[in-house]
C-alpha cells in the first residue's frame, strides 16, 4: 500500500518528536548526575605533601617493605578477614563451617610462609649474584668473581638503591616462576595436612567450635 506525501510527512514528524522526547528525558536523568560528579569533585581538597619526614617515611617503605613484606601483609590481613567470612556463613551446616574455616586458616599461612620464603630466598639469591665490581675482592678465583657479578647490571660499580631496586624485581619475577611449581609442590600437601591437622585434633576441634558459634547456640537450646 503508497503512502501519500502528507502521511509520510506525519511519520517523519511523529518520528522526530518521539526522539526529541526521548533525548530530553535521557538529558534530565544525566544533568543531575553529572551536577553531582562536578560537586563532588570540586569539593576534593587539593593534597600537596611538603614535610620530609612523610616523604622520608613513604620512600622508606618503598625501600623496605619488598615483596617478601607485603606477602606477610597480605596474609596478616587475610587471616583476621576470610576465616570470620566463612564462619559467618549461614547457608551451611555446622561442620562444614569448621572444614571450611580450617582449610581456610591452612591454606592462607602454608601460602603465606612459602611466598615470604620463596620471595626472600630469590631476592637474597639475585643479591649474591649481583654485587658491584668494585666489591670483589682481587683474591677471588675467576669461577668465584663470575658467579658474585653474573646478574650485576652495566655501569653499577657501587651499592645503589637503583640497583637493590633491581635485585627485588628480578628476584620477585624468578619467584613468581618458581612458585607455580611450589603451589602444587608445597602449598597443596601441607594445606591439607594441616587442615586434617585442625580438623581432628580435640583441643582445635574445640576452638573451631567456639569460633563459628557453635557452643553458644548449644547453650542457647539448652536453656531453651
Request: glycine letters at 4%; one cysteine or more.
Amino acid at each position: 500500500m503508497l503512502k501519500s506525501p502528507n502521511i509520510e510527512a506525519i511519520s517523519q514528524l511523529d518520528y522526530l518528536y518521539s526522539s526529541g522526547y526521548v533525548v530530553m528525558h535521557v538529558t534530565k536523568i544525566i544533568s543531575p548526575i553529572e551536577s553531582a560528579a562536578k560537586t563532588l569533585y570540586n569539593r576534593i581538597p587539593d593534597v600537596n605533601i611538603s614535610k620530609n619526614s612523610v616523604i622520608n617515611s613513604v620512600a622508606y617503605i618503598g625501600r623496605k617493605w619488598t615483596s617478601p613484606q607485603q606477602r606477610l601483609i597480605m596474609g596478616a590481613t587475610a587471616v583476621f578477614m576470610q576465616p570470620v567470612i566463612d564462619a559467618k556463613n549461614k547457608h551451611v551446616d555446622n561442620e562444614t563451617k569448621k572444614v571450611s574455616v580450617a582449610k581456610t586458616i591452612s591454606k592462607i599461612v602454608i601460602g603465606t610462609l612459602t611466598g615470604f620464603a620463596v620471595r626472600y630466598l630469590c631476592i637474597k639469591g639475585i643479591k649474591s649474584c649481583s654485587v658491584p665490581l668494585e666489591e670483589i675482592s682481587k683474591e677471588l678465583k675467576p669461577f668465584a668473581k663470575k658467579m658474585k657479578t653474573i646478574l650485576t647490571p652495566d655501569g653499577y660499580l657501587k651499592e645503589s638503591d637503583e640497583l637493590q631496586q633491581y635485585r627485588n624485581t628480578m628476584g620477585t619475577l624468578i619467584s613468581l616462576g618458581i612458585m607455580l611449581f611450589t603451589n602444587f609442590a608445597i602449598d597443596a600437601p601441607l594445606t591439607n595436612k594441616m587442615t586434617n591437622f585442625l580438623i581432628k585434633k580435640p583441643e582445635t576441634k574445640q576452638m573451631l567450635s567456639k569460633f563459628i558459634g557453635e557452643e553458644k547456640k548449644a547453650e542457647k537450646g539448652d536453656k531453651s
